[in-house]
């Protein structure tokens, strides 16, 4: 939902981070987990890098081109559906300056474009200087990326549409599912093509409280580790930034707001998510009924995720 120009009010030209810190917003078993992928390396042909298409030129992990670059390399753009992919051209020729050469848009709950990938992974290993043939008959494929991006979601619709076989990789709506470097998972007969699928793995160097705001909208920082009311907040930001305002009429708000506090009360008096708390007064204790912005907040962002307010990009 766009609003005529006449109606647009004035929104924050930049989002106050308050001299917020992202230092505890990442797990420890993440170095791990890039270690036990480097000290896998040996076997790997080609690398498969998914990133959230929302988040196309940021975010990405650097360390995975020091520690794996050794390797050809595709960036798999998931969720595509959810991005706004007018500026699609501009995203292209950025990553291309950028020395990424392969770039596929996928949206792999529906399996759309992930048909492909091993075209492109052959081709990748097969014109590759490095890759060398004697002996091996099957390709070994790293599949990468930070968490929640859609790495397992991936290895998942490869198997239905190459084996049409069932899930071998857990899937789930926040990140960290993946644990481990797993082993082998046959993903094609056809060429015969072999995936490990990795924990998502985070930059302890992400240059912005913002890139890191941009990581958490997309769910690959833990919401409670950086506040659902502060990544709420930037989410109505982003919204009114790029004139996206589905959720005025979705919540019921007689206007575009940029007050979060405003949006999150009416959207917990809608649901009827009220908490009794106790207000200290001159003459004693008063219970009084207050909006849970808590759980309105976690219901905006959710919405966001599921798609329900529009198509955003975040770069």
């Known amino acids: 939902m766009r609003l005529a120009a006449g109606a647009l009010r004035s929104f924050r030209e930049r989002f106050d981070c308050a001299g917020r ?10 170095a791990k987990g890039l270690k036990n992928m ?17 988040l196309p030129l940021s975010g990405r992990n650097p360390h995975f081109q020091e520690a794996l670059g050794i390797r050809p390399h595709l960036l798999v753009l998931n969720k595509m559906d959810l991005a706004d992919l007018t500026q699609k051209q501009r995203i292209l020729e950025r990553l291309e300056k950028e020395g990424l050469r ?26 590759s200087q490095r890759y060398q043939r004697t002996e091996n008959v099957e390709y070994c494929v790293m599949v990468i990326g930070v968490p929640n991006m859609g790495k397992s979601s991936l ?8 084996l049409r076989k069932g899930k071998a990789s857990r899937v789930g709506g926040e990140p960290g599912i993946t644990r481990a470097v797993l082993t082998k998972i046959q993903v094609s007969e056809r060429p015969l093509v072999f995936l490990l699928d990795t924990p998502g793995v985070l930059s302890p160097q992400i240059g912005s409280v ?6 958490a909208l997309c769910g690959a920082i833990r919401d409670h580790l950086v506040g659902e009311e ?11 930034r790029q004139q996206q305002f589905s959720y005025v009429e979705r919540y019921g708000l007689p206007e575009p707001c940029d ?11 809608q649901l009827g998510k009220t908490q009794r708390i106790k207000v200290l007064t001159g003459t004693g204790d008063v219970t009084v009924t207050a909006p849970s912005y808590s759980v309105a907040a976690y219901e905006f962002i959710r919405t966001f995720r599921k798609g329900a307010l529009g198509k955003v990009m975040l770069d």
């Open 155 to 162: 290895i998942n619709s490869m198997r239905r549409l190459h």
């Open 230 to 240: 502060m990544i709420a907040d930037y989410l109505l930001y982003t919204l009114n």
């Open 259 to 269: 007050d979060v506090e405003s949006v999150l009360k009416h959207i917990a008096l």
């Open 102 to 127: 392969r770039i596929l848009f996928t949206d792999c709950l529906r399996d759309e474009n992930v048909k492909k990938v091993i075209p492109l992974v052959t081709e990748l290993i097969c014109t």
């Open 210 to 215: 913002e890139t890191g705001l941009k990581l």
């Open 21 to 30: 810190s992202v230092a505890a917003w990442f797990p420890g078993h993440m």
């Open 38 to 54: 480097k000290a896998k390396l040996r076997g790997i042909d080609c690398l498969v890098e998914v990133h959230d298409a929302r």
